[in-house]
C-alpha cells in the first residue's frame, strides 16, 4: 500500500521559512518523478514544484520560483520543499504527489485528475 505522508507545515510570519518533508512508502521512489502542489481555501489546488526521478532536474511554478527549493534523498525515501520568503498568498494546504510519467506533466496531470498517488496534505499560514 503506497502511502506519502507530509509533514512540517506551520504558521510562519510574512518573509519567514518553512521546510516541508513527505515521507514515501510502498513504492520505490527512484521510478517515480514526485511533486508538491497546494491548495487555498476556496481555489483549486495549483501545481508548486516538480524534480526528476533522480532529482537532476526541478519544475516550478512561476510563482514560486526563485523561493522554494524542491528536493529528494532517494535512499531515505523523502522528498522535500524547502520554503523561503513566504507570503500571504502562499497560505493554503502542501500535497505531496508521485507518479510515473515525466515530471513536466504534472502541471497537465493535475488539471485531469489522474496523478498516481497523492498525500493528506499538510497546512501552511503564512501571517502579514
Known amino acids: 500500500q503506497v502511502q506519502l505522508v507530509e509533514s512540517g507545515g506551520g504558521l510562519v510570519q510574512a518573509g519567514g521559512s518553512l521546510r516541508l518533508s513527505c515521507a514515501a512508502s510502498g513504492l520505490t521512489l527512484s521510478t517515480y518523478a514526485m511533486a508538491w502542489a497546494r491548495q487555498a481555501p476556496g481555489k483549486e489546488r495549483e501545481f508548486v514544484a516538480s524534480?526528476?526521478?533522480?532529482?537532476?532536474?526541478?519544475y516550478y511554478a512561476d510563482s514560486v520560483k526563485g523561493r522554494f527549493t524542491i528536493s529528494r534523498d532517494n535512499a531515505q525515501n523523502t522528498v522535500y520543499l524547502q520554503m523561503g520568503s513566504l507570503k500571504p498568498e502562499d497560505t493554503a494546504v502542501y500535497y505531496c504527489?508521485?507518479?510515473?510519467?515525466?515530471?513536466?506533466?504534472?502541471?497537465?496531470?493535475?488539471?485531469?485528475?489522474?496523478?498516481?498517488?497523492w498525500g493528506k496534505g499538510t497546512l501552511v499560514t503564512a501571517s502579514s
Open positions: 524534480i526528476s526521478r533522480s532529482g537532476d532536474k526541478t
Open positions: 504527489a508521485a507518479d510515473r510519467r515525466s515530471m513536466f506533466t504534472f502541471p497537465s496531470l493535475l488539471k485531469s485528475g489522474t496523478i498516481n498517488y
